[in-house]
């Protein structure tokens, strides 16, 4: 089993910046690929930005720019550094993980518990 664990969420001002970390464990040496989903109140989780072991990079249009994801595959985690927040990325943020890009893009076999990011405008 592989556990996943998020940190770095909050509470920022408009055009402010964050980074979320999650650690993984357990069988984390079988995840290639690690990524963020989010949910916002109301709405549907969707997928944010996602990489894969060897640093291939995914992220949703209304992202790019702004949030970079990076990982330590020695260290098991990933990272989102968010810069230029804005209110509308308010949501709960969750790690996923899985065995392939394809497979953490789409449909993730992990799940960390979620962190909570607020944007005040």
């Known amino acids: 089993q592989v556990q996943l664990v998020e940190s770095g969420g909050g509470l920022v001002q408009a055009g402010g910046s964050l980074r979320l970390s999650c650690a993984a464990s357990?069988?984390?040496?079988?995840?290639?690929?690690m990524g963020w989903f989010r949910q916002a109140p109301g709405k549907e989780r969707e997928f944010v930005a996602a990489?894969?072991?060897?640093?291939?990079?995914s992220y949703r249009d209304s992202v790019k720019g702004r949030f970079a994801i990076s990982r330590d595959n020695i260290k098991n985690t990933v990272y989102l550094q968010m810069n230029s927040l804005m209110p509308e990325d308010t949501a709960l943020y969750y790690c996923?993980?899985?065995?392939?890009?394809?497979?953490?893009?789409?449909?993730?076999?992990?799940w960390g518990q979620g962190t909570q990011v607020t944007v005040s405008s």
């Open positions: 996923a993980a899985g065995t392939s890009f394809r497979e953490v893009i789409t449909e993730p076999n992990y």
């Open positions: 990489i894969s072991r060897d640093i291939i990079t």
């Open positions: 357990g069988r984390a040496f079988s995840l290639n690929a």
